[in-house]
């Protein structure tokens, strides 16, 4: 509206300083053209890492992917972005990790509505084990210290038969060397047999070769 009154009073032969100064309206505005797009920063196709090395999207997208696929992981947006932050190390931010999921179609809701029918699922939740030492399973969780303001891994051991806390073991990041360091605490302290078998979620601490060898 404003430019519209400038224009008229131009016409009219009036200086176009006093006019503007009169309507209040700043040069820089009534002289702006349009581009057509939206103003603000032009979204980066890079992240970051702890070490400043710089990743395309498309590393993260498959970062994110490969953590998805593993067995009984049905993370939302905000989980996968803290995955990304404390294992991964990359800098990149809650929204960013959302939109690139939404992009997709990795977001929780959007997984649910496809089938996936390449996977083996577990059959029997609970197996039916007939006594102690037998059945052994091992699961990471995650925990917030709130003291730190981030997420500890907490590896648990169970006897599936009793149900007992063979073992744990607690640290930031959780390697294969240190599921072999439990299994050797058990072992000093529970009388195990020769044969058991142990049920994990396929992560990669226990996908890891030196785990199967041992």
Known sequence: MKIMVVDEFLEQGKPKSIVLKHVGLA???YYYTSTGTKPGKKISQFVY????????????????????????????YYKTYRYLNQEKGLKIGAYRTYKLMKEHNLLKF?????????RNWVKDLVPNVQNEFSFLEFDIKYVYIQGTRSNAQVLTVLDVFSRWQLGQ?????IKSEDVIRLFEQIFETYPMPK???????????????????Y
Request: hydrophobic share 25%.
């Open 27 to 29: 040069r820089s505005s």
């Open 49 to 76: 890492d702890l070490e400043n090395n710089r990743h395309d999207l498309e590393y993260v997208l498959q970062e994110t992917k490969k953590l998805l696929e593993g067995e009984f992981v049905d993370y939302g």
């Open 110 to 118: 959007q997984r649910n509505n496809t089938k996936r029918t390449s």
């Open 169 to 173: 073991y607690i640290a930031n990041s």
């Open 195 to 213: 044969q058991f078998i142990v049920r994990n979620d396929n992560g990669s601490q226990f996908e890891a070769t030196i785990v199967q060898e």
